[in-house]
Structures are given as C-alpha cells and as structure tokens.
C-alpha cells in the first residue's frame, strides 16, 4: 500500500469552530493510544484488512496517476505534535512495515502554540518528517481568540520561522476566510504578509460552520457574525490573483503551491501535496488510528472514534473498525469524477478508464456534453477539467455525477 493515514486524536484545547474526531484533556491516555496504534499498525502490515474480507485480486483496481506519486505517510489529527519524539518514533516504526519511509512523503499536522520549538523541530526531521502543515488559521489575535486557538499569530510566525531553521523545506500553512469580523482589507493584508514569507504550500478554506460546534451556537444566536457569501467569495477571488500573481499554482480548489520546475508535462506543481493528491485521484489508502477512515476499493472503512474504545479494542486483539461497506462501480465513478475535478489538472480519460474499467464516454457522455455546453467544464487533451465558471459553481457540477 502506497498511502497511509494516521490519525492523533488529541488536542490542548478544541477549537471553537472543529468538528474532527479530536478529545481535550486526554493527555494522561497518550502513551497507552501510541501502543494501540503501533499494534493497529502491526495488525495492518502482516495483512489483516479493516472493513472484511480483503479486496480479490480481480475486485481490486490500478490507479495509475495515483500510483506515480511518491508513497506517502500523513500524521493527521488532532495536534500529532503533543506526541514525544520518543513516540512518534515509535509510530513511525510501525509505520514503515506498510509504507518504506526512505522515499516517502512524510507529512506532520503541527499546531503552533504546541510545536516545542528548534529542539522538537529538529527532531521531527531527524525522524524522517519531511513535510510540516501547520494550522496557523488567521494573524489576527482577536479572530485567534474567538476561533478558540492557543496561539497567537506571534507564535505562529515563530513556529514557522524554527520549523525553516529546524530544515524543513516543505511546509504548508492552513488558513481561514470568511471569519467573523474579518474584513476584505485585513484578507488581502494576510494574503500579501504570508507570501512575504516565501511559504511553500497554502490551504486556504472557506469556514464552514459545522452544526454541534460553540461557534455554530454563537453565530445562530446573533451574538457573532459571519461575512456574507458574496464577500466570502471575494476574497477566494482576492487569493487567487494575489498567489497566482505571486507564482504560486492553484492546482486544487482550496490548494497552491510554489511554482518549482518539475519534470516537463508534469500534471502537479512539484511542492502539491502527494498524499492528497492520492485523495482527489481517488486512490487507495491505509488509515490507522481513532476514527480515521480509510478505502480500498471495493472496500472503504472508519474506525472506533472515542480514544478508550480504540484503546480497549486493540488491547482484545482485534482491528478497531467500526463500519464498513462495499462500493459499486458506480460510486467508484461518480466519487472518481467528483474528487476528480476538484483538481485544476481534472480527470484524466485514462486514469477514469483504468480506474473504473470503462471509458470516461461510456460512463457520463451526455452529462460532459451537457456541462461542457453551459460551459461549466472543459475537454482538452484527453482531460476534463472544470473552467473558471465552473469552478466557481462546483456544487452544481458535482451534483450531476451523484
Ligand atoms: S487544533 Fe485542529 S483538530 Fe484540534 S481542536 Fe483545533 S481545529 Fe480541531
């Protein structure tokens, strides 16, 4: 398997607006969900397969644009860096019977405010982690306070300005627009303060107000307000121009990275993130860990979410899943399209052929004719890619292919 998820469910404090499968005040559990993890891991290397039976040989399916990419290893949380070197070391360990570490992709979430600084830092590379994604969110304190971070934007600066030193030379930065209060001018003035710093990889998301969070409570009791759509997607239009001014390539909807010079006819900007491509390529993954999900086609899983029953699961012996099913060709396809196009490079007629083992025309003919008509996407050189317009209006494109 060329892609494996971690998951650390652990944080200092939740933030107001998270919805992730994260626990606060957990840190007394840590050592005990590493062990977990390490023989969930172990379980996974010697073959057992989450979500039944393991796919058969003629179930299973290439996934050529996927298969390219270097392997990867992604440490998702939750905060992975409330882990001790000592134990993500461990965790890496285990890590490396599925995924070879020596040519991996080996991204770190971190969150500044818990990154221990050039010590800590240092030996994260030392590890073998070689790519740092950073929440860093907003560089306004105020927003950072009703956001419920534990950093300032301060110290997100110096996290990222130690991780450099500590030499980490592929760091992603995670931002939010359409925060409350934040205003066009004080975006743009974000936008131009973070190229400044020569950031190599931005995830830039619209916030999403996720019902059951503290700040869905605020927001729909009136006593915090959120920019309206039309000012949301002004400053999506804002990032565009200013990072693409700034020579960054935006090779996914809510994705850029520095413009580096990759091998001629490469489909990624070199600094894309290979793991998530292995997503929106629709690949197979591994995903280990409390309530991380993963796919294997015709199989997808998710674990156990809360940190005891994992724990408690493992520790009898068995794979902590929770559910899984079994997807039909046709979820295959529409999912293949719809994670797809997401991806400024679109869906290639010859991936979606191997991948789905029919040709993209067999599939959705009058649905591309159709889009392709209200000018919502583009064929050109055996891709489909969605235009401007359609980018802009990807709900209704994606629709069409559920
Ligand atoms: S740091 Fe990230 S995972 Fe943790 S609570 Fe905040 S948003 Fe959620």
Redo the contacts with the bound molecule.
């Keep these: 398997m060329n892609h494996l998820y971690i998951h650390i469910p652990f944080?200092h404090?939740?933030?107001s607006?998270?919805d992730?499968n994260?626990y606060?005040n957990l840190e007394h559990r840590i050592e005990a969900y590493v062990a977990a993890l390490c023989a969930e891991l172990h379980m996974l290397a010697e073959g057992a397969f989450p979500g039944g039976p393991l796919p058969t040989r003629a179930e299973q399916r290439p996934s050529p644009e996927a298969d390219a990419l270097p392997p990867t290893i992604f440490l998702g949380?939750?905060?992975p860096t409330m882990l001790s070197l000592d134990q993500l070391e461990r965790v890496l360990t285990a890590a490396s019977a599925i995924v070879p570490l020596e040519r991996a992709e080996i991204t770190s979430?971190a969150?500044p405010g818990t990154v221990l600084g050039r010590d800590y830092l240092r030996g994260l590379r030392a590890l073998g982690v070689n790519r740092l994604s950073m929440?860093v969110q907003s560089l306004h304190d105020s927003t950072l306070r009703v956001l419920?971070?534990?950093h300032s934007a301060d110290e997100a600066r110096r996290s990222y300005e130690e991780a450099r030193e500590a030499g980490f030379d592929n760091i992603n930065l995670d931002f939010i627009f359409g925060l409350p209060g934040q205003t066009q001018a004080q975006w743009e003035a974000t936008l131009d303060t973070i190229i400044a710093w020569g950031v190599d990889h931005f995830s830039l998301y619209s916030l999403i107000l996720e019902e059951g969070t503290p700040l869905y409570a605020q927001v729909t009791a009136g006593r915090i307000r959120l920019p309206e759509d039309d000012a949301t997607a002004a400053m999506y239009e804002a990032a565009m121009e200013r990072l693409g001014a700034a020579g960054y390539t935006h090779y996914e909807i809510s994705n850029w990275a520095r413009e580096s010079v990759g091998p001629p006819g490469a489909l990624f900007p070199e600094r894309a993130c290979a793991h998530n491509l292995a997503y929106w390529l629709n690949s197979d993954y591994l995903a280990a860990g409390a309530g991380a999900h993963g796919h294997r086609y015709p199989r997808r899983y998710h674990n156990i979410l809360g940190v005891d029953d994992y724990i408690a699961a493992v520790g009898g012996g068995r794979l902590p899943c929770a559910e899984w099913i079994t997807l039909t060709p046709g979820d295959l396809r529409a999912e293949t399209m719809l994670m797809g196009l997401r991806l400024s490079a679109g869906v290639g007629e010859a991936h979606f052929a191997a991948r789905c083992g029919l040709p993209l025309d067999a599939a959705y003919s009058d649905t591309l004719a159709e889009l392709a008509a209200q000018g919502l996407i583009v064929r050109h050189q055996e891709r489909v890619r969605l235009t401007p317009r359609g980018r802009m209006l990807g709900n209704q494109v994606f629709q069409r292919f559920v």
Excluded: M
């Design positions: 944080c404090r939740r933030c607006y998270c992730f994260t606060a949380g939750g905060t979430e969150n929440g419920g971070r534990i």
